[in-house]
């Protein structure tokens, strides 16, 4: 996702280590003072606790900036139509890798990671993550929404499973699964005036042979899938 979030950081932490410098000169200057028995003459300042403390927070708050930031790699900005992305779903011959999924997001991440991947079972679902952005949008360039695609399950609804001694697929995480920043600000309150988050999860959806949907989440948090072909 495309913000500023890392220039912010670069920012916050430049000026905190420049300040934390200057502060170190002022002290170095001070412990190499040599009083010259002139009564006029003063010794340099010292350190500031204040501006220590600022510059301190600074680089915690840049590191903040820098996390966030990463923790973003992987999200998608929710357009105002709710769009998900397009899925297609086909039937395989292979007992245990019966599902093959391929689901193409409706908008970019900053890594544009192509998501094929097999289940084992007729009928498959996904579950995901929303990131709700309430402070500074406009200045650290964060959309109203955003979404992540974390899971697909599978599981037979409509034959039995294949006796098979192999290991059966019965879930597929996308792009390093949940998020720690849904976690925090799902857990923390203390941090809902920047983001408040929510979570979204489709019922299962048989398909026979192949079929082609388009996904979509609504205003009231409900998943919407339209077959397409």
Request: charged fraction near 25%.
């Amino acid at each position: 996702m495309d913000s500023r979030l890392t220039v912010f950081g670069i920012v916050f932490f430049a000026v905190g280590i420049l300040l934390l410098a200057f502060l170190l000169r002022r002290v170095f200057k001070r412990i190499r003072y040599e009083d010259p028995g002139d009564f006029k003459s003063k010794p340099p300042g010292g350190m500031n606790i204040f501006f220590v403390f600022f510059a301190l927070a600074c680089i915690v708050l840049a590191q903040g900036f820098f996390w966030m930031s990463s923790q973003l790699k992987y999200f998608r900005v929710l357009n105002e139509y709710g769009d998900i992305g397009r899925l297609t779903a086909s039937q395989t011959n292979d007992p245990v890798k019966s599902l093959e999924i391929r689901y193409v997001p409706a908008s970019y991440d900053s890594v544009n990671i192509e998501n094929l991947f097999f289940l084992s079972g007729d009928s498959w679902r996904f579950s995901g993550e929303i990131l709700r952005f309430k402070f500074a949008r406009e200045y650290l360039r964060l959309p109203e929404r955003c979404y992540k695609t974390v899971e697909f399950n599978a599981r037979f609804l409509n034959r039995r499973a294949p006796s098979s001694t192999g290991t059966l697929f019965h879930s597929s995480e996308l792009e390093g699964g949940g998020s720690k920043a849904f976690e925090i600000f799902r857990d923390n309150k203390y941090f809902g005036w920047f983001a408040e988050v929510d979570s979204f999860a489709s019922d299962f959806v048989t398909t026979d042979g192949t079929g082609n949907y388009d996904l979509n989440i609504e205003s009231d948090g409900d998943i919407k899938i339209r077959y397409s072909r």
